[in-house]
């Protein structure tokens, strides 16, 4: 597949690692070219990202995703994976629907929330594997076939969660998981396996 990513920070190296890892072609778009480099060979401005690419990560921060979408130019059927949260202190969310505002910002694309629930060390893990379980990936949005694939090329457990309608619980459980482990809970306590 011909992944384009929209950054260079932790998650744009971590999951751009992963999916080279797997046999993908990895091209990056970000401000800094010198830090895209370091993630793949295969670097470009927004516009011809988005042009070489059937998938693009936005890996940008959740303040910059409009204008970043504005410069990649024309998205007309791409799959934007969304994994950008839009949280500020106290864990509280800055935009209440992140994934519906980038589907705004780019009407003719296929937007699809994934990879926005954990921290970007388990994207580095190969494979993400918890207490001998392999980490499962909710998706919202209507193209999850393709990042279906992706999720499992990194040896987890894609988990489709419904339309795009449902990411901003996605985006919600995300900013109440993360106030819990700044508070020092165990998050993961809450949510155990259904008793067999």
Not at 52 to 75: F, K, M, Q
């Amino acid at each position: 597949m011909r992944i384009g990513i929209f950054g260079a920070g932790g998650m744009a190296e971590a999951l751009g690692g992963q999916w080279a890892r797997a046999g993908h072609e990895v091209m990056v778009a970000a401000r800094d070219r010198a830090k895209a480099a370091r993630i793949s060979p295969r670097v470009g401005t927004w516009e011809e990202t988005a042009r070489a690419s059937d998938v693009i990560l936005l890996a940008v921060p959740a303040a910059s995703v409009t204008e970043v979408l504005a410069a990649a130019g024309d998205l007309a059927g791409k799959v934007l994976i969304d994994c950008t949260n839009a949280v500020g202190e106290g864990a509280v969310l800055t935009v209440p629907d992140q994934a519906a505002r980038i589907a705004a910002a780019a009407p003719d694309a296929h937007v699809v929330k994934a990879f926005n629930l954990c921290h970007v060390d388990v994207w580095r893990m190969t494979p993400p594997v918890f207490g001998g379980r392999p980490l499962a990936v909710p998706i919202c949005g209507d193209k999850v076939g393709e990042v279906s694939e992706l999720v499992r090329d990194i040896g987890c457990v894609p988990l489709v969660a419904g339309g795009l309608d449902r990411a901003a619980l996605m985006e919600a459980t995300m900013a109440f998981t993360v106030g819990l482990w700044f508070d020092g809970h165990d998050a993961q306590a809450c949510f155990p396996p259904l008793p067999v």
